[in-house]
């Protein structure tokens, strides 16, 4: 099997033990729309900046606990027996993808809850609706990586904190810019500094993780 | 003497510089004044800071090919001689920003990026605290310390350079390159980096040697 293959294979498999147990994706989904609510009711109505700063507050803890998860189920035998049989690439290539795809599931999930209990206007929706989606890829890049580096030390959750919001925090800042572009309505083209750099950024997140994931993988 | 030049040099050159960083004439400039000096002293701690993490990133990526533990404590050396170079930077940085723009710690991305770049070090010694087994937490933290690596970059000088900053060059301010740093400054400004870059490797040299050395001893033991 070549590495698309295998990535391919490995992404199914995710999806289908979590389709079975569908635990990681109620909770995460219960916790968002709770966090949701409690801020609504904590806060009824806020202004522009807070209201923004709200949302990338819930994402960020959203994805942090979705993510944590997605090394925890592989057992040290299972590991053993992926690295029998498959290329290490692959299984970052196909975590990376698969918490993608899942993180952009929760975004969209987690944005349109906020936005119809949290009315708020928006100058330019398309473009804040792309930043969720760019935001939550983002964060499923950096935080994967980082969710590897913690299983091998005991998936410890503090030190996963510890550990990524450093990292995390340039992306963060880059995100709220961006998005705050979004909602006064600024014409698009002011964005694209702001958008080439999380594009870059993801760019190089993948790149070292790929290069990386196959030393941290052995043990 | 063929061996130590080098340190003698960095002696030198360091004294150099505390003399004619303190007594040299300097430009006259609104605001900057006579605080101009620190330029000598601020800037050369995150030359210096960079040059020992790139040192780091090196022997981690070495460590990572080779498996052997010497590499790794050079990798952790560099990473702790550059944390105290950060140190010094921020203190003496915060100095400078309470004559200058009336504050220690004012609102700039470039004072918040290197705050957290401290932090994202400060965690990869957590991290390597947190692990016991020693090959285990020497790979671990190899790979930590390539990753942040270039976050670090992106941090302290390309996110400055989008928004406003205080800091010269970022943000429509121009760099101190093409207006302020004249002729009188340059000379002196090109030795403190090179003496402080040159002090920092000492250290860190003589940091490895005593890690090495205690290696030993625990072997015997």
Not at chain 1, 19 to 42: D, E, G, H, P
Not at chain 1, 174 to 186: C, D, F, R, T, W
Not at chain 2, 72 to 95: K, P, R
Request: with cysteine.
């Amino acid at each position: 099997m070549n590495l698309l293959q295998q990535v391919k294979t490995l992404v199914y498999k995710d999806a289908i033990l979590e389709w079975r147990s569908k635990y990681a994706i109620n909770s995460i989904l219960l916790y968002v729309i709770s966090t949701v609510f409690v801020c609504y009711q904590a806060f009824k109505s806020v202004d522009a900046t807070i209201w923004n700063a709200l949302f990338w507050i819930i994402m960020l803890f959203a994805s942090v606990n979705a993510i944590n998860k997605s090394f925890i189920q592989e057992s040290q035998q299972r590991q053993l027996y992926y690295y029998s049989i498959v290329n290490p690439r692959a299984i970052i290539l196909s975590k990376i993808f698969y918490n993608m795809c899942l993180m952009a599931f929760l975004a969209v999930i987690a944005f349109l809850t906020y936005s119809v209990v949290f009315r708020n206007p928006l100058g330019d929706p398309s473009l804040y609706f792309f930043t969720v989606i760019l935001g939550s890829i983002s964060f499923a890049s950096v935080f994967t990586m980082v969710s590897g580096i913690t299983s091998k030390a005991g998936n410890n959750s503090t030190l996963m904190a510890i550990l990524s919001f450093p990292v995390i925090i340039p992306l963060l800042i880059v995100l709220i810019k961006l998005s705050q572009n979004a909602m006064q309505g600024i014409d698009r083209t002011q964005s694209i500094n702001e958008i080439v750099v999380l594009i870059a950024i993801n760019i190089i997140t993948i790149t070292v993780s790929l290069l990386l994931f196959p030393y941290l993988w052995r043990d | 003497m063929r061996k130590s030049w080098w340190k003698i040099l960095a002696v030198v050159l360091i004294s150099l510089v505390i003399i004619a960083g303190l007594l040299a004439p300097v430009p006259v400039l609104p605001i900057l004044h006579e605080s101009i000096r620190n330029v000598y002293f601020h800037v050369p701690m995150w030359t210096a800071m960079l040059v020992l993490y790139f040192i780091s990133v090196i022997y981690s990526i070495k460590y990572l090919n080779t498996g052997k533990q010497e590499y790794d404590f050079m990798a952790v050396e560099a990473v702790n001689t550059g944390i105290t170079f950060c140190f010094m930077g921020l203190a003496t940085g915060m100095l400078w920003a309470n004559i200058t723009w009336g504050d220690p710690w004012p609102n700039d991305p470039k004072l918040n990026g290197s705050a957290i770049a401290t932090l994202m070090y400060l965690a990869y010694l957590v991290l390597r605290n947190a692990l016991e087994e020693e090959q285990k937490r020497a790979k671990i933290s190899a790979v930590y310390n390539i990753f942040s690596f270039p976050i670090m970059i992106v941090l302290l000088y390309i996110l400055p350079k989008l928004t406003d900053s205080l800091h010269p060059g970022s943000g429509g301010n121009s760099t101190f390159g093409n207006l302020d740093m004249n002729n009188q400054l340059r000379p002196v400004f090109y030795t403190a980096v090179i003496g402080w870059i040159l002090i920092g490797t000492w250290m860190l040299s003589l940091r490895y040697r005593m890690r090495l050395i205690e290696s030993k001893q625990n072997e015997i033991n």
